[in-house]
């Protein structure tokens, strides 16, 4: 973004941020948001909760300040914070409840973020800022090193390095950073620490902006259903392969993992017991800043969770509305029926090609012909020896079709919808076209299947000859998607 004069104007008139800097309720509104939803780490709160905080607040600074001192009541401050003049929260309700729930804006974090570093800090580190940054390059330079000699290259100097210094300490030589070191480096930690909490509520707003265009493309849509939800679900995996995506779903899956979360919570504990680092006085949080990223980052997915049942049920309330058109249609049809009952057309009513009538006549009809007697031979039965194996008799193919249920309702615990095809590719077919027959079956009767004839799809699986060998057959069919 170029800062010429036009854009800054454009956003001291239209950020909210900006609005809040130019505010006179500037140190109210960012002091008590920060102290509640900031410092904490609070991502939603009830209206009657945060107005009753914020009546204790108000209460104090009349007090000090004076009676005529912001005189209107809590709950009109946070509806006028949430206005779209100031877009400093966020009002919304959750589904199937009446009570309102408030929520910092990222523009509000940002603002907030930015006046915490006016004050004068008594230590400003710049080594490990430096180092950071150094490290960065140097992972940009060898991750995109296509050359294998220079990767081995750098890896037997890496390797050299560590010998070195495995050297070194063996013979005594400790190297340890000195408290200037460890105070620039926790430093850096808390900052980033608080700008990645910062960064989860701008994701969630962005996804949450990606639903509102969504429904106002619903809204205005006049095509077919088919071309609708093709392009909401390919922008929606947009969003999913963009940068931010995939280095969010890095993140959580890097943040799930129980051996990270141990050996974070184990490198905390013994980086806040270092005396350099307590003379700091950090904020008691801090030992759990990683859980809070977890909460952070557990809300955003359940915001884009919520964001998609939403979704679904929006476009089920449009297929109610096109079903009830057209029995309205069918309605509408059937009353014109009924009055036309009794009026008589005029006219032709009816053509026929040939009205006469088939006649069939007794005596055309054959005779009885007697059926052919079979001739009994009187043969004695004598018992054979051949010696015959009766498990042919029970060699039947049966298809345990509760299994399959079983499988495609596992496979669509954490997903919308699954195909015929998917469900195959982790679940190989154990008997063949029989069992493929079995999935079909369950599509009509056990779940909603939806048949797309435009997409053929290629089903394989191994089987056995005539002479016991090993084959792969394929089955050649209409993509089936079965859905929850």
């Known amino acids: 973004m170029t800062l010429d004069f036009a854009t800054l104007d454009a956003l001291r008139i239209r950020h909210p941020a900006w609005r809040l800097l130019r505010s006179d309720h500037a140190p109210l509104v960012a002091s008590f948001l920060h102290r509640v939803f900031v410092a904490p780490n609070v991502r939603v709160m009830a209206a009657a909760d945060l107005s009753e905080a914020l009546e204790d607040e108000l209460y104090a600074l009349r007090l000090q300040r004076g009676e005529t001192a912001f005189p209107k009541p809590a709950l009109e401050y946070l509806n006028d914070w949430a206005s779209p003049d100031k877009g400093w929260l966020r009002k919304f309700y959750r589904p199937g409840t009446d009570e309102a729930q408030f929520d910092l804006t990222p523009a509000t974090e940002r603002a907030i973020a930015w006046l915490a570093q006016l004050s004068e800090r008594q230590f400003v580190g710049t ?137 974070l919570t184990e490198l905390l504990g013994r980086v806040l017991q270092l005396p350099a680092v307590a003379a700091l006085q950090p904020d008691a949080r801090t030992r759990r800043v990683h859980y809070d990223w977890m909460e952070a980052g557990e809300h955003t997915q359940r915001t884009v969770a919520a964001l998609s049942q939403q979704l679904r049920r929006f476009l089920d309330d449009q297929a109610w509305l096109e079903n009830r058109r057209i029995m309205d249609i069918l309605h509408g049809i059937e009353s014109k029926a009924l009055a036309l009952r009794e009026t ?22 054959p005779l009885f012909t007697p059926a052919v007697k079979p001739v ?53 077919l154990q008997q063949g076209l029989a069992e493929l027959v ?3 079956q369950l ?35 209409p993509r089936v998607i079965f859905m929850r």
Request: net charge negative.
């Open 127 to 263: 080594e490990s800022r430096l180092l950071t940054l150094f490290d960065l390059l140097k992972q940009m330079s060898e991750g995109s090193e296509a050359d294998p000699a220079k990767r081995i290259a750098e890896l037997h100097r890496k390797r050299d390095e560590i010998d070195a210094e495995i050297a070194r300490v063996l013979t005594g030589d400790v190297p340890l950073l000195d408290d200037t070191a460890l105070k620039d480096r926790f430093q850096q930690f808390m900052q980033g620490a608080r700008e990645l909490l910062t960064d989860f509520r701008e994701v969630e707003h962005n996804f949450r902006q990606l639903d509102r265009r969504v429904r106002e493309r619903i809204a205005l849509w006049e095509g077919s259903k088919g071309a609708l939800l093709e392009d909401i679900m390919g922008e929606r995996d947009a969003i999913a392969d963009s940068d931010q995506g995939k280095s969010f779903r890095a993140f959580w899956d890097f943040l799930l993992s129980s051996r990270r979360q141990e050996e």
């Open 344 to 365: 008589l057309p005029t006219g032709t009513a009816m053509e026929m090609a040939e009205a006469q009538a088939d006649i069939e006549l007794a005596m055309e009809r």
């Open 376 to 428: 009994i031979a009187n043969l004695a039965l004598q018992a054979g020896d051949e010696d015959i194996d009766p498990s042919a008799l029970f060699d039947q193919v049966v298809v345990d079709k509760a299994r399959l249920t079983r499988h495609i309702r596992h496979a669509l615990q954490d997903r919308a919808q699954i195909t015929l095809r998917e469900l195959v590719a982790t679940q190989p």
């Open 438 to 440: 079995a999935y079909l």
């Open 443 to 477: 599509g009509s009767d056990a779940f909603n299947a939806v048949v797309d004839e435009d997409t053929p799809e290629v089903i394989h699986w191994r089987a056995e000859d005539e002479d016991g060998e090993a084959v792969t057959r394929k089955a050649r069919l």
